[in-house]
């Protein structure tokens, strides 16, 4: 199997769903490299390259570069999604949702609902999220929970290259509105991705690691935060679970539990805001369905109740760290 | 022009109103259509208002009566193919689009068997199989799926077009200004309509429109913008088809504006009190589009009084068949709470 970037995992995924259909179109700023311009096509693929290369197979009528002018290319995707075609919307920085909430909150999540079950919005809105860049407050952010709060949307957030090609393609194939959140330190990452079209389903966890001892929940880039700490751990003789729920919504809560279980012990690392937060869900769900397999309190670590901050001193005692998840796990076992 | 052959800003107005010129005599068919459909939206709207002061309409309505010349107008140039996306004020619009009357009354009874389960309510009836994609409580949220629907016919080639349906207040929302220019760029098959009813629920359109015309305003997205008077069924039509035309055959966006008047307040049971005697009297004796049209057609002898006279009875009886269905009709099981959240789960 060849290594691929997490980046090169992406691309591969939309074009071989825009082979495969016809309808499937892609909507953003930059996304086939600007246009009007004095200098070369295909530029840019957005700002993060994920979508380079596409225009020239498929045309600017499939690929199609907007102004900036979020509220209209989110809102343009949802109509277009509930009349026909399944585009796939770039939306730069999860930061800009601030623009266009309204078209993802009242409009796309509700309308199968609200229309009495007769509309179908098959929309996928791909968003770059997480800090680590000293990009500041304004383009660092996770939110991730905002949209996992709000029914008739689905959250996708993956921390693999391989993970990453199976969930798009599951995405521009669902029914539904799905947000694709892509972290900024993951675009690099290489990993094993087959040349096949291949799906991983939604709402299904996966155990990246198994140990008896305690169990970490996290996500996309705090998935491999937690591996390093289960590695640091393990030669201290503490052996974790690792989980990477892969999706929020759905929420693959059996998989936690039967985890729990086992252990006993739960920590949850989450890159975002703790307030009413992913990591509060998923701590409320162990505490209501498996509280009585509990040895010791229900933990976290989250990024703290600031916005990011800008001075790169700042920004990574924000990030929750390798330290701090392996102190959180040595103190669960000490408190039980 | 100025002396120095410079076009000033009313020339520049008058220039793109010069386009729109009256191409053809509407036949028998259409008037007897035309009549028919705003006689349907009255009667249903006037219905509906006695329903809710009554207290058997749950939640809140607003109504379109007096805007009818506005919806009929332009949907008699749309066939179910085409798109539309409405407001809050959407009863007309949705009945203009061909939707079931006895199904948009249940829907506004909350009941199971109207047009959304029970689950939408008069602010949210749509009717996809007929390009109805949704009356839209949020003010300004539809233009810019509006103008997703006219990317699909693009794509697609399908030769379908899409009108977003905006009021006065709706206008000064960003999201028409940013629909407004994507259609503009992209080229879409769009049609933008604000019906100007001179009140953003309670609020003058004088005082909340800062440019001096709403049509000017619209011009300078780049669009073919024209003004007219949306109680003239006539002139709706006429501008309408241009748009429409155009829309199809690639030419890109249009923009109508059509200056109206709202009978009734923003909301069932607004006192009003924001509109002077006089304006609420001449609202229903001056500026009743039903009565306009009806004066036209019968002096120049295209239709008679015992047709329209018919058509009014029809009209009054296929809402009263509609109301009492929308009172027997069974309300949702409660199942259906859960339901429909999701295609898939």
Not at chain 1, 47 to 52: E, F, L, Q, S
Request: proline share 4%; aromatic share 6%; net charge negative.
């Amino acid at each position: 199997m060849a290594r691929t970037s997490f980046r090169q995992a992406l691309n591969d995924a939309l074009r071989a769903e825009m082979r495969r259909d016809s309808r499937v179109v892609i909507i953003g700023e930059d996304v086939a490299g600007g246009a009007g311009g004095t200098g070369d096509d295909d530029a840019y693929g957005g700002i993060m390259g994920v979508t380079r290369g596409l225009v020239g197979e498929f045309g600017r009528a499939r690929v199609i570069d907007t102004p900036i002018t979020e509220s209209a290319l989110v809102g343009m995707a949802a109509g277009a999604a509930m009349t026909g075609l399944r585009p796939v919307a770039e939306l730069m920085f999860v930061d800009f949702l601030g623009v266009c909430l309204d078209q993802i909150l009242n409009q796309a999540a509700k309308f199968r609902y609200m229309f009495g079950g007769k509309a179908r919005t098959p929309l996928v809105i791909r968003t770059m999220f997480g800090a680590g860049f000293n990009a500041g407050a304004q383009h660092s952010q996770c939110l991730y929970s905002i949209f996992t709060h709000i029914p008739g949307l689905k959250v996708v957030i993956p921390s693999t290259p391989y993970d990453a090609k199976g969930l798009l393609i599951q995405a521009v194939r669902d029914e539904d509105p799905v947000i694709f959140l892509e972290h900024t330190k993951l675009y690099d990452l290489e990993g094993e991705v087959p040349a096949e079209s291949y799906t991983v389903p939604f709402g299904e966890a996966t155990v990246l690691r198994e140990g008896g001892d305690a169990t970490i929940v996290a996500l996309a880039r705090m998935t491999h935060v937690a591996l390093e700490a289960a590695a640091a751990l393990a030669e201290k003789g503490v052996e974790v679970t690792v989980i990477d729920p892969r999706t929020t919504s759905p929420l693959d809560e059996e998989t936690i539990l039967e985890s729990i279980g086992t252990t006993g012990r739960l920590l949850v690392v989450d890159e975002s805001n703790p307030r009413c937060s992913v990591a509060s869900e998923i701590a409320a769900v162990v505490a209501e369905r498996g509280f009585r397999d509990l040895k010791a309190p229900i933990r976290r670590v989250t990024a703290p109740h600031t916005p990011v901050p800008f001075s790169p001193i700042l920004e990574n005692a924000y990030i929750p760290s390798t330290k701090a998840v392996e102190a959180a796990v040595l103190e669960l076992m000490r408190t039980s | 022009m100025d002396s120095s052959g410079n076009r000033g800003p009313m020339e520049s107005m008058s220039d793109i109103g010069s386009e729109w010129v009256r191409r053809m005599t509407l036949d028998r068919d259409a008037l007897l259509h035309a009549y028919t459909t705003m006689r349907r939206i009255r009667e249903f709207e006037e219905r509906v208002n006695a329903e809710f002061v009554a207290g058997h309409v749950p939640g809140f309505v607003h109504l379109y009566s007096g805007e009818e010349a506005i919806a009929v107008g332009i949907c008699i140039h749309l066939d179910s193919g085409d798109y539309i996306g409405s407001t809050h004020r959407g009863h007309g619009h949705s009945l203009a689009k061909g939707c079931d009357s006895k199904r948009m009354m249940l829907e506004i009874f909350g009941k199971a068997e109207g047009l959304c389960a029970g689950k939408g309510g008069s602010m949210h009836i749509a009717d996809l199989e007929r390009g109805m994609l949704g009356a839209n409580a949020i003010v300004g949220g539809s233009p810019p799926l509006v103008i997703g629907a006219a990317l699909t016919a693009k794509t697609l080639k399908s030769d379908r077009v899409a009108v977003a349906f905006t009021g006065d207040g709706g206008s000064n929302q960003g999201t028409i200004f940013e629909a407004m220019n994507m259609a503009v760029v992209l080229q879409l098959p769009a049609i933008f309509v604000i019906e100007n009813n001179g009140y953003g629920e309670g609020t003058a359109v004088e005082y909340a429109v800062g440019a001096e015309d709403l049509a000017r305003r619209a011009a300078g997205f780049g669009m073919p913008a024209v003004k007219v008077d949306g109680r003239d069924f006539f002139a709706v039509y006429d501008a309408a088809e241009n748009a429409v035309t155009r829309a199809r055959a690639g030419g890109g966006p249009s923009f109508i504006e059509a200056r109206c008047t709202r009978i009734h307040g923003h909301y069932c049971g607004d006192p009003q009190s924001y509109r002077s005697k006089e304006e609420l009297t001449q609202a229903r004796e001056l500026h009743d589009p039903i009565t306009a049209f009806r004066e036209r057609v019968l002096a120049s002898g295209e239709l008679k009084a015992g047709e329209l006279e018919s058509i009014d009875r029809q009209a009054a009886a296929e809402m009263e068949a509609a109301v009492t269905a929308a009172h027997a009709g069974a309300a949702p099981s409660l199942e259906a709470l859960y339901t429909d959240v999701y295609a898939t789960y």
